[in-house]
């Protein structure tokens, strides 16, 4: 499969199996995720429904800059406050239906980041099952900068793999955190060498592709009902949230301070 922004390339293991790389690149400095680029990787995730022979996947952005988050110069997303509420509520379907593509796959799923993953990349990534980072790789959720909500989902997903205090340091203070804090922290699987990412993301997924496939499937589906039976209850409102905040004061001010480059003045309205 290759769309204009989404290639998927397939591999075997020198044993057969099979594992599958995806990547994806909008050609832009800021790899950020336009309406385009998410419903391209919703189609290529869908791709491996039903797929039995896929042992592991590995998602991956530019060797550069894995994602600056959602492309807020996309002309979908700059007309979407014009938009009747239920076709706005359409179109901020999108972020959630990506990740949750993500995140439903049998195959264990790898994302390898090398550069910047900031917001909706965040997001993204953990909806994966591991992390492999270089150790240039930075995080960064400035959502709340913006006047915005963190939503598709990925509050509980996030909490769940770094823990309560470090998801509001994230998501509410902004820090802005580098690879050897995010490797402390548990965001990241493995850190690697710059330059290294993916050949370590291959490692680890021909070392899953050579279990029994199976058993594989089995485990992770056993693992992801044990420790995530409330994250949709928890976050069922967050796209409607972010539709409330999008219509605020404070994310016209986010989002003309951060065009401007100047400070934020936020009043709650």
Not at 62 to 67: E, H, K, S, W, Y
Request: glycine content about 8%; hydrophobic content about 45%; some cysteine.
């Amino acid at each position: 499969m290759t769309e204009q922004f989404v290639s998927i390339e397939r591999a075997e293991t020198s044993h057969g199996q099979r594992i599958a790389i995806v990547r994806f690149d909008t050609g832009s400095k800021a790899n950020a995720l336009s309406q385009e680029l998410m419903r391209q990787l919703i189609t290529a995730a869908r791709s491996f429904e039903g797929d039995a022979d896929t042992n592991a996947i590995i998602l991956t952005g530019r060797a550069d800059r894995f994602c600056l988050g959602m492309d807020l110069k996309d002309p979908e997303f700059q007309t979407a406050l014009d938009l009747p509420l239920n076709e706005r509520r359409q179109l901020l379907q999108l972020g959630p239906r990506m990740c949750k593509a993500w995140e439903d796959l049998e195959p264990m799923t790898i994302c390898a980041i090398e550069g910047w993953c900031v917001g909706g990349g965040v997001a993204l990534a953990a909806s994966l099952d591991l992390r492999v980072c270089g150790h240039s790789s930075q995080f960064y959720i400035p959502e709340i900068e913006r006047g915005l909500n963190m939503g598709w989902g990925s509050l509980p997903r996030i909490a769940a793999l770094i823990g309560p205090a470090r998801a509001k340091r994230l998501a509410i203070v902004a820090e802005q955190i580098n690879a050897q804090t995010a490797e402390s922290w548990g965001w990241i699987d493995y850190l690697t060498e710059d330059g290294n990412t993916m050949t370590k993301a291959l490692s680890v997924a021909e070392q899953i592709a050579a279990m029994p496939p199976v058993a594989v499937r089995m485990i992770k589906q056993g693992i992801e009902t044990a420790t995530k039976p409330l994250h949709h209850a928890v976050s069922a409102m967050d796209m409607d949230q972010f539709a409330l905040m999008q219509c605020s004061a404070d994310h016209a001010e986010g989002v003309a301070s951060f065009l401007e480059q100047r400070d934020a003045k936020f009043t709650g309205g």
